[in-house]
């Protein structure tokens, strides 16, 4: 998991990622007939626990996607009304923050049509729907449909139709049936990195069983073959090794023959890509034989691993409770929290009757605070059946980056002093109230009622929390540390200065800059806004922001920042300014070094301290115009390959973006091939093109050293009617070029995640060493692409 640098401002960043394929609804259809003329297209899903389909009907637009039935054309038939969808449930949906309509764990949707013609004909179409979990949604997604429907004149009566009798089929005793070989599976050597998967055969007298290491020949026996199955979340280590066969002539094929007797002992290494819980699916294909005869096997494996990526994981849970702690510490300085500080401390050092009952209330209420918030993240795991990974989809969604976009402008307007976002002043009442009690009980619920009523200032905060950390893949555990962090810094002061009351003295008074700070996030969470909308615009590659306006923007706020900052203007709630403060004087300072850092930007200036964030450079007016990055490396007209395209290309680099393409130039000139699994909308991509890739080192291996073919999964443009198809590895339709791509890294690498790289040489699409990722580390990518060179030379 990466968190991005914008957590530093608001905890916010815009996330990539996910290496599993999530697939939680199955979807069955049918047609039940209701009349001589009539018939329900009826579309049948089953959901698995936690996650949610949304019904044909929704209160609003800004929300999810509902369920709906798009068919082709027909005269065969007519249609009546629009799907209907059974009973629903209508709750508070976190992911859209509004009542939503869906369904769980089962759903049955019918579509009433009118038959006309008399012989049987197709219904077909597809069904279009959104579902999500408590922390996540995955991008609509299109099922294909395709019913036979018996014709008018030929359906039966009514009372015949909604029932069809199931046919059997008479299982065959059958005696004498040879089972030799006795299956054994199990798990060596396993870390967070991978695993050692066992298969062990135990073979019956005379019979043996043939080795995997020797080519198939008509005349001779088959080899013993592992096959794995929808590899989600790790990927194959090398070839399967195997204990030492015997090598002897065989009587049945008369030949010479590798073959095991009594037992035999084959491994796979495999590579953990998920740190999520891995299930390796699979059959073993094998012949047996005695001296008379041979039988073909099939047998099924189910091995079950631990998650992977334990220690990148604990890492960055420490960069989140570190990076919340400063959140927490940033609410605190807001002019709904600081007064209360004195105020709370006060009250418990006077209404203690010692000094060390006093703190210990303190401490108390402090862990009380931290409380609260840890669990407030505790609904997000309930129905959480596996590990909570946001996947890349969440990025390249663009209702939801827009649904965010709009939500942090509210934020950003409400802190300017609009309006402020409060809690219902029944919930406050009731908690005042309840910390009457006295004791720990009433100490708990003072907690509450600060939680509460300083919601305005640190509401926009925890929804800054909620949408960067549940846009990474840390989903809810992440969350939890998150509000663990925010709490602490938070709740920290109330328990020192109760300790130390004489540190109250050295506090400032509250005053017009708590205001201040108030306006100074408000820039911030404005600013962050801008990027959502830029991911959603990159997806659908509409060029409403381009790299200079996206930056035009930002140099525009953070100017307003500067002169806000700088007492140039007030807002509704400020007061007079008649001295700059220091502190405020440094930060407008700070602010106008950023500002007049950004400008260069608009001429192409790379802006590492930000990269990531703006656009990349070729998604730009003039792509290599002004582009520093790109200036005197774009190659002459005579020097770029036919079907490569420098000008939207990362740093001028002649990329193709197709593979074919790419393959065919590689053989040409020689070079192993880097493919680059990309997204429009992938932050950590971009990093890597503007941080790794501009080094002068790796800019000059991926200049000249190999045939760089960059593949956009998110890339929107729709494939000709002819070309669409359906995928074999995930049963989905590909209609987009993104959907071409996408499919193809699952299906020969078991992999969706992005930013993904592997190296490939010429024939059989065989990497020529590990893949990587995401690693910001220049010396390590460079001895990743010199290690894949060396290979493809060997």
């Known amino acids: 998991m990466k968190i991005k640098a914008s957590i530093l401002l ?24 209701t009349s001589d003329t009539e018939a329900d297209l009826v579309f049948s899903a089953t959901i698995e626990e936690g996650w949610h389909v949304y019904a044909t009907e929704l209160p609003s637009d800004m929300g999810p996607i509902p369920t709906s039935v ?58 279009t729907f959104m579902v999500c979990n408590d922390e996540m949604c995955l991008p609509p997604d299109d099922v294909d449909i395709s019913l036979a429907v018996k014709g008018a004149a030929s359906s039966s009566s009514v009372s015949d139709t909604n029932s069809i009798a199931p046919v059997n089929i008479q299982s065959i005793s059958q005696t004498n049936v040879l089972k030799p070989v006795s299956w054994d599976f199990s798990i060596e050597d396993e870390n967070e990195d991978g695993a050692t998967l066992v298969f062990e055969a135990a073979i019956a007298k005379p019979w043996h069983l043939y080795s995997t290491n020797f080519e198939i020949d008509d005349d001779g026996p088959m080899p013993t073959e592992f096959i794995f199955e929808k590899m989600e979340g790790y990927s194959l280590d090398g070839k399967p090794q195997e204990s030492d066969p015997r090598t002897e002539m065989d009587p049945v094929f ?17 590579k953990k890509e998920s740190k999520d819980a891995i299930t390796a699916n699979g059959y073993v294909n094998y012949m047996v034989c005695d001296e008379s005869k041979c039988i073909m096997e099939q047998e099924e494996f189910t091995i079950e691993l631990e998650p992977g990526g334990g220690a990148d994981e604990q890492q960055s849970y420490w960069t ?44 108390i209420y402090s862990l009380s605070i931290i409380l609260v918030y840890v669990v407030l993240s505790v609904p997000f795991h309930i129905f959480e059946s596996v590990s909570p990974d946001i996947l890349n989809e969440v990025s390249t969604n663009a209702p939801l980056n827009i649904f965010f976009f709009v939500v942090f402008i509210v934020f950003a307007i409400s802190f300017f002093g609009a309006f402020e976002i409060t809690m219902p002043a029944s919930w406050v009442n009731k908690a005042d109230q309840a910390s009457d009690v006295g004791g720990i009980v009433g100490i708990f619920f003072m907690a509450i009622v600060l939680v509460l ?7 926009p905060l925890l929804g800054a929390l909620l949408g960067s950390v549940l846009s990474t893949d840390g989903g809810a555990s992440a969350l939890s540390v998150g509000m663990l962090g925010f709490g602490l810094g938070l709740a920290l002061p109330f328990g020192l200065f109760a300790a130390f009351p004489s540190w109250l003295n050295s506090l400032p008074k509250s005053g017009g800059w708590l205001n201040t700070v108030k306006v100074f996030l408000g820039f911030l969470e404005l600013a962050l806004a801008f990027k959502f909308l830029s991911n959603a615009d990159l997806v659908l590659q509409a060029h409403l922001l381009p790299r200079e306006i996206f930056l035009a923007i930002w140099i525009a706020i953070f100017l307003a920042m ?47 301290m930000i990269s990531g964030f703006p656009p990349p450079s070729f998604y730009s007016e003039s792509p290599g115009v002004f582009n520093s990055n790109t200036s005197g490396i774009i190659s002459s007209s005579e020097d770029i390959p036919e079907g490569s395209d420098p000008e939207h290309c990362p740093l001028g680099l002649n990329c193709f973006h197709d593979f074919e393409i790419g393959l065919a130039h590689a053989k040409e000139v020689d070079k192993p091939i880097l493919l680059d699994f990309t997204g429009w909308a992938c932050v950590n991509c971009r990093r890597m093109e503007e941080q790794v890739w501009s080094d002068p080192r790796i800019l000059k291996i991926l200049r000249n050293k190999v045939v760089l073919i960059s593949l956009y999964v998110d890339e929107r443009k729709p494939l000709p009617e002819n070309e669409k198809y359906i995928s074999e590895t995930t049963g989905k339709k590909i209609r987009t070029v993104g959907n071409v791509w996408s499919d193809f890294q699952i299906k020969h690498f078991s992999n969706n995640s992005q930013p993904f790289y592997v190296m490939l040489g010429h024939e059989n699409l065989a990497p020529l060493h590990e893949s990587a990722g995401y690693d910001p580390d220049i010396d390590l990518y460079e001895d990743w692409l010199q290690r894949g060179i060396g290979n493809f030379e060997k």
């Open 453 to 459: 009523v300083s919601f305005s200032c640190t509401g």
């Open 562 to 608: 500067t002169l806000y900052l700088l007492g140039f203007f007030r807002m509704p709630h400020d007061s007079k300014v008649e001295n700059l403060g220091v502190g405020r004087m440094l930060l407008g300072v700070s602010s106008l070094f950023f500002t007049l850092y950004l400008l260069p930007g608009l001429w192409g200036a790379p802006l590492k």
């Open 10 to 33: 608001l905890l916010l960043c815009a996330a990539t990622m996910q290496a599993q394929v999530y697939e939680p609804v199955d979807w069955k259809f049918s047609v039940e007939e």
């Open 70 to 127: 798009t068919l082709d054309e027909s005269t065969d038939f007519e249609i009546i009304s629009s799907p209907k969808g059974g009973k629903y449930k209508t709750e508070y949906d976190p992911n859209f923050d509004m009542d939503l309509n869906y369904y769980d764990n089962r759903a049955e949707f019918r579509m009433p049509i009118k038959r006309i013609a008399r012989d049987e004909f197709i219904v077909s179409g597809y069904l």
């Open 320 to 363: 989140v409770l570190f990076l919340a702690i400063l959140g927490g510490f940033a609410a605190l300085l807001t002019p709904c929290v600081f007064p209360m500080v004195p105020m709370t401390v006060s009250f418990f050092t006077k209404q203690s009757k010692t000094k060390s009952a006093g703190i210990k209330n303190a401490l």
């Open 254 to 270: 008369e030949m010479e023959v590798q073959f095991f007797s009594n037992r035999a002992r084959f491994t796979q290494k495999i």
